[in-house]
């Protein structure tokens, strides 16, 4: 989709949709003005009371024939032109791309000229992010039935002549749409394409410029010492994988922030075997490396002046003759030794080395991203990620982060408490406590692999996908770790 930013007269901006404001006070913006003064259009609608005015809600209408806007969109943005939300206007560009994206609407304009001083650039970078995110649909496998939007070009009109703001919002938030798109769509393929191998490649077709990108094969992780990491892709055909994602945007003395995300792009469970009953989601227990690879392809787009590591363990977890079984011990690259009670915890086995690779960065901090407990969409439900960290400044970054980005986290305890859940007898730890605070003993083994650094985790289990009718990856924290990196929201 391409945005552009026009200036003038509205009289004869020829579109097929012009998109004006009105607000929860009843008050107009100079465009649905300068339509009701013309065409007497707009008060119409308010007469009839057909409008909500509350952010999101709109109203069609039909201009005379010779105007030379086809259609009109009448949406309210929020209570007061002054003091517009960004979760207001979030959601009316949510509500105006839904809207146009079943109409054979080309091309649109949005006469945006009230936005409050100084937030020109975020509203254009909201707007752009909910266009290019909602404009997504998946189409790799399907034959029949496929969307095809018709809207592929977005105007922001404004009346004055502005500064470079508003471009530039709209640049960022496709940029960031796009990652997130990235992440969403390596989530919804199906675990027989999105393989570690395809996510390998798709590290690899992203390389360029300031991204390095390699690649080691499970040779490679047996010499490195990452027992935890091959005990769980024993069980599987299809080969492992740890991608390595360099970033380097400022000089090599800055130290980079490194990204470690669970790659399980099909767990089964192993031989703890999971039940049936929805198991197919189990195809998204690799969004954590999905949103680094989007974070990746944003900072490819956007080419900012950070280090940014992101490293990606991938394998499947399998069940077979080969597979890792329940008491089996296993080294981990840092010399832990673990007991393995389950081989559904298996995320904390491939992170776990992962986490001891990340040391060799000397990183400022440490990000692990995971689907790692099915506890934590207990706790937390489907509105916020788990933030689990060893260093409470940036915990609390991060939190700030998910608010900025409408993308929010939910801090959960590491007390010392919680560590002995993980006591083995036969091992230096097992790699699961008990039922009860499943996803912060999760943490806690994971906490062991991370001393060296500041370090968080982000548990996604309940917001990198969503199911039932509208079942699909969210391209969640994609958004939260962009505004961590980068502060895109202010
Ligand atoms: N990938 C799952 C976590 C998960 C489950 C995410 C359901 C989203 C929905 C993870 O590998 C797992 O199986 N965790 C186990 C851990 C348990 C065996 C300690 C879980 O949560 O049941
Ligand atoms: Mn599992
Ligand atoms: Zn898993």
């Given at each position: 989709?391409?945005?552009?930013v ?5 009289d ?11 607000y929860?006070?009843?008050?107009l913006?100079?465009?649905?003005k ?5 065409y ?11 409008l909500?005015l ?8 039909l ?44 091309n649109?304009v ?16 909201l707007?752009?992010?909910?266009f ?39 640049q960022?938030?496709?940029a ?12 919804n ?12 490649k ?20 047996t ?21 390595i ?17 669970k790659?399980?792009?099909?767990d089964?469970g ?8 929805a ?12 949103s680094?690879?989007?974070?990746m392809?944003t900072?490819q ?21 080969r ?29 776990c ?19 790692l ?11 916020a ?5 060893n ?41 699961v ?21 500041k370090w968080?985790?982000?548990?996604i289990?309940g917001?990198?996908w ?20 980068l502060?895109?929201?202010?």
């Amino acid at each position: 989709m391409d945005f552009l930013v026009k200036t003038g007269q509205l009289d004869n901006l020829r579109t097929d949709c012009l998109i004006v404001q009105i607000y929860g006070d009843k008050s107009l913006s100079a465009a649905a003005k300068f339509l009701d003064t013309r065409y007497g259009l707009v008060s119409r609608v308010l007469q009839l009371n057909d409008l909500t005015l509350k952010a999101g809600h709109y109203s069609w209408l039909l201009p005379p024939e010779n105007a030379p806007f086809k259609r009109v969109l009448l949406v309210c943005v929020g209570a007061k032109a002054e003091s517009l939300s960004p979760q207001e206007i979030k959601n009316t560009a949510a509500a105006v791309a839904k809207a146009l994206k079943n109409k054979p609407v080309k091309n649109a304009v949005w006469s945006v000229e009230n936005a409050p001083a100084g937030s020109a650039k975020l509203f254009a970078t909201l707007i752009a992010e909910a266009f290019v995110t909602h404009f997504y649909s998946y189409r790799e496998t399907k034959t029949q039935n496929l969307t095809t939007p018709a809207l592929a070009k977005l105007t922001l009109h404004t009346r004055e002549k502005t500064d470079s703001s508003w471009r530039n919002g709209l640049q960022l938030g496709k940029a960031l749409g796009e990652g997130i798109n990235t992440a969403r769509h390596l989530g919804n393929l199906p675990g027989n394409v999105c393989t570690p191998s395809y996510l390998a490649k798709q590290a690899q077709t992203l390389a360029g410029g300031k991204l390095n990108v390699s690649v080691l094969d499970e040779k490679q992780l047996t010499k490195l010492g990452m027992g935890a990491f091959l005990s769980v892709a024993a069980g599987s055909e299809e080969p492992a994988k740890f991608i390595i994602m360099q970033y380097r945007g400022a000089a090599a003395s800055v130290q980079p922030t490194v990204l470690v995300g669970k790659g399980i792009t099909f767990d089964t469970g192993g031989i703890s075997i999971k039940p049936g009953p929805a198991m197919d989601e189990m195809k998204f227990d690799m969004c954590g490396a999905a949103s680094v690879l989007g974070v990746m392809t944003t900072l490819q787009r956007l080419q900012p002046r950070i280090n940014v590591v992101g490293l990606i363990v991938a394998t499947e977890n399998m069940p077979s003759g080969r597979a890792t079984k329940p008491g089996d011990v296993v080294t981990s690259m840092s010399g832990q030794t673990i007991e393995i009670l389950n081989t559904d915890a298996e995320g904390r086995l491939v992170l776990c080395d992962a986490l001891t690779y990340a040391e060799r960065f000397k990183p400022k901090a440490v990000i692990d991203i995971a689907t790692l407990t099915g506890a934590c969409v207990i706790a937390l439900g489907n509105h916020a990620s788990g933030l689990f960290a060893n260093d409470q400044a940036l915990a609390d970054e991060l939190l700030a982060a998910g608010v900025a980005a409408q993308d929010r986290a939910w801090q959960m305890p590491l007390w010392d408490e919680y560590q002995k859940g993980l006591d083995s007898n036969f091992a230096d730890m097992a790699n699961v406590g008990g039922r009860e605070g499943g996803s912060i003993t999760a943490a806690c083994f994971l906490s062991r692999y991370a001393k060296a650094f500041k370090w968080a985790h982000l548990d996604i289990a309940g917001t990198a996908w969503v199911g039932g009718g509208g079942k699909g990856a969210t391209g969640r924290p994609v958004g939260l770790l962009l505004q961590y990196l980068l502060g895109i929201y202010n």
